[in-house]
């Protein structure tokens, strides 16, 4: 009798497990295959890839920041893991090692050494150019210098700073001198690691000009001991400010890749809108307060903006002027050329997928 009671149990468990599975709708599946809305005719990855980033955060990030914050980045699969760094040396030998994905850096020996040991590391975007009338990254000198330093001759015998020497601010500043027929053997040239540190150096005097990036520009110019000078478009126009670079671990997998550009081009885009056709920059300048190191939504609208080109690719003049000047002073190891330096495949996939910027 209780062997009966018993098996009459299990035969209602089980009717009113099926009942109540057959009346409950179906789960809803989420179909990885599905593309975004802003990149029709691209399916995202089949499973979650965290890529990781090495950057500063500052405002020449925008094509990582904004794509971290409207989700672009995650639509294709892909999660950003932001590594901070001391110096660029740090992030060029984990970008060899395949230990970082993508590295946002600027042109330096040691970058381009490591490409020309055959190591699969690239040069594929830009990550910010100076605006004709506007350069973000300029020489700047003290305010009470500007009617003694009137032509690039002037600099002569002046102290100038830089944040780092055979790398871009020692190139950047070499072009500043030439155009008055000078070097840097001309100049008494400073090493100041930081741009705070250099502000602080122009305001008690002990410096008489510096490389400068922005925000610290318009800080300078605010606090009034900084003239902003003549514009990086009279002495170095086609400069390549700062590069987007994949590591091995990127150009080894080119589904990874190439999602990766495609929403770092949109962010982009959506960069350049705000800043440059006024469209959502409300929107844009919160996300880059909350995300980039500068939290001032007003010094976004005081700042000479970064130049990001919306269509990605980079100024290709700027890079080989670099690669001579590296090479002119010796300071490659073997003789690489442009096309071992950059590869543009992944912006041309960007904008195939997404049209040109309009």
């Known amino acids: ?19 109540t599975a057959c009346s409950q709708a179906p789960a809803t599946q989420v179909n990885p295959t599905k593309a975004p809305a802003w ?17 500063k955060q500052v405002v020449s990030d925008a ?12 639509d294709l699969g892909i999660k950003i893991e932001p590594v901070q760094f001391n110096t660029g040396q740090e992030m060029i030998n984990q970008l060899a090692a395949g230990q970082l994905d993508v590295g946002a850096t600027v042109t330096a020996s040691g970058l381009l050494n490591a490409m020309s040991r055959d190591i699969p590391v690239k040069i594929v975007a830009d990550k910010g150019i100076n605006v004709p009338g506007q350069g973000y990254y300029r020489l700047v000198i003290r305010k009470d210098l500007a009617g003694k330093i009137e032509d690039f001759s002037d600099l002569r015998g002046k102290k100038i700073a830089v944040v780092g020497t055979a790398s871009l601010d020692e190139i950047c500043l070499d072009r500043v001198l030439a155009k ?11 090493v100041i690691r930081a741009f705070p540190d250099m502000l602080v150096s122009l305001g008690n005097k002990s410096i008489d000009a510096a490389m400068v990036i922005e925000p610290f520009v318009t800080q300078g110019i605010a606090r009034g001991f900084v003239d902003p000078w003549k514009d990086p ?29 495609t929403a770092y081009v949109k962010s982009m885009r959506d960069y350049n809108d ?20 500068i939290k001032d ?62």
Request: net charge neutral; proline share 4%; hydrophobic share 45%.
């Open 1 to 19: 009798m209780v062997r009966r009671w018993y098996g009459l149990v299990s035969v209602l468990l089980v009717l009113t497990f099926l009942i």
């Open 233 to 261: 478009s009279e002495y170095d126009p086609e400069a390549q400010i700062a590069l987007l670079v994949y590591g091995t671990s990127m150009t080894t997998r080119p589904d990874v890749a190439n999602r990766f550009m």
């Open 297 to 358: 939504p007003e010094l976004y609208e005081k700042m000479f903006p970064t130049g990001l080109n919306p269509d990605g690719y980079l100024r290709m003049q700027g890079i080989a002027a670099d690669l001579a000047w590296y090479k002119a002073r010796g300071l490659l190891k073997s003789e690489i050329q442009l096309e071992d330096a950059v590869d543009n495949k992944y912006v041309d996939f960007a904008v195939q997928t997404l049209g040109a910027y309009q």
């Open 63 to 74: 094509g990582i920041l904004i794509g971290m914050a409207k989700g672009y980045y995650q």
């Open 274 to 293: 705000a800043f440059f056709k006024n469209k959502n920059k409300g929107e844009i300048i919160a996300i880059l307060c909350r995300y980039s190191v």
């Open 180 to 190: 008055g027929g000078l070097t840097v053997n001309d100049i008494d040239m400073q």
């Open 39 to 55: 990149s029709s005719g691209l399916t995202p990855l089949p499973q979650e890839t965290v890529v990781k980033v090495g950057m």
